[in-house]
């Protein structure tokens, strides 16, 4: 059914395209009902406005708290057209009817995120814009809600094809939108108060964020998937601007997250690659275009197709050495003029720049789904310190320790279970997501003799290695067989039941081990 619109009801705190729209309805003979700075902007325009507390005869009060909270708009947004009680009802108290609600919130997201006090956020929560919003979607079988500038555009469209009017489904289409909004502002506001509260499980959670891309498919073609974003704000995939290249697709934002993640971790200059979630060579180096060669050279086979992540804005030369390798995606803090020129010949590669890097300590959410419900967990900003102990006979070098907290920082973003060889700063053998941890490291020692054959060295990359392992070594097996590969020490957990036989296997083959009290589970 289609409604005609003959009066108005604006109060936006967003501006955008308010005299435009303000025009339009004003050109087709719409009565329009504002309050305070949107008022001010439409009469200072010379669009004709009626004051809201001249249409109830009732004055703002309490600084602007109390303005639309009154029987004359919300019964003008809620009677029932067609109804006879309704009808009855706003004859009785000279309630007329509201056929179109513009309304857009206080800006409670963009106060938090601007660092305000508490007393600030909470004058920036909506009370009356929420209330009309609710009751107009409510009422959409005859009344319009737009909470979006972006339709405003859309409702010139819909009153121009429907003789001033809206059809009943663009109502029901805003009026969900406009729920879906509401709904998001005080998950907001729940969620900030719990930050405030030092609470960060309470006894309900919210989950709300805003779709920024729908995908082909999602990890498989015949999955249908969305990206949506969400929650406070943090570098990466989510702030990305996107260059160049084909749409980003499920599991390319997936490994694209697991990379940047990664490599942010490193204060030095550094450069990762992932693929399937799981890096095939993580390095820092004093150079970016060094950093990159080293991470290549851990597997140059699985970085074929692969994600490339660095945390230093990406120069032309280490761009020159990239393009040689069909990658999917590019990440960096930023990329320069030099490195987009290069890139620019490779049409079909994503490069996105991030505009920073996610700090690796700041705390957060992490979120999964089981049937029926969600996981939620503080993100893993645990790391290798000064909390080390040395349990072999003989302790590791100064580089050697380098080199096992280097490894244990990559083992923490690999897949449990998870064995990382490292040499010099940069991984030179993976295991990831084996059932058996041994079998990790029989791997990850097969792929560092793997990796110097392709460079044309005769020993194994293994050799003179240390070994990390995220997990504690239940049995010495594990540890027996990075010894066999080559390595010289390890870092892990520690806290099994056989610690000790682990310990004097340990020693047994002149391996130095330090525990550090803490895993790195990544599921």
Partial sequence: MTESIRRALISVSDKTGLVDLGRYLADHKVEILSTGGSAKALADAGVAVKEVASHTGFPEIMGGRVKTLHPKIHGGLLGRRGNEGDARAMADNQIEPIDLLVVNLYPFEATVAGGADYDTCIENIDIGGPAMIRAAAKNHADVTVIIDPNDYGRLVEEMAANKGGTTLEFRKMLAAKAYRRTGAYDSAIGQWFAGVLDNPFPERMVLAGERKQIMRYGENPHQAAAFYVGGPARAGVATATQLQGKELSFNNLNDTDAAYELVAEFSETACAIIKHANPCGVAVAD???????????????????????????????????????????VIAPGITPDAAKIFAAKKNLRVLDA??????????????????????????????????????????????????????????????????YAKDRRTVGVGAGQMSRVNSSRIAAWKAADAAKVAGDAESWAKGSVVASDAFFPFADGLLAAAEA??????????????????????????????????????
């Fill in 287 to 329: 150079s970016l275009t060094e950093a990159y060669a080293r991470a290549l050279s851990c597997d140059t086979e699985s970085a074929f197709g692969g994600i490339i992540a660095v945390n230093r804005p990406l120069d032309g030369e280490t761009a020159e050495e990239i393009a040689k390798l069909f990658a999917e995606v």
């Fill in 355 to 420: 505009g920073g890097l996610p700090d690796p300590q700041e705390p957060g959410m992490t979120v999964r789904t089981t049937a029926g419900g969600y996981l939620l967990q503080s993100r893993d900003v645990g790391v290798a310190d000064g909390e080390l102990k040395v349990v072999t006979k003989r302790a590791p070098s100064d580089a050697e320790m380098a080199d096992l907290i280097f490894a244990f920082t990559v083992a923490k973003h690999v897949k449990s279970n998870a064995i990382i």
């Fill in 486 to 523: 080559g390595a010289t020490a390890v870092i892990q957990p520690g806290g099994s039941i056989r610690d000790d036989e682990v310990i004097a296997a340990a020693d047994e083959a002149g391996l130095a081990m330090v525990f550090t009290g803490m895993r790195h589970f990544r599921h």
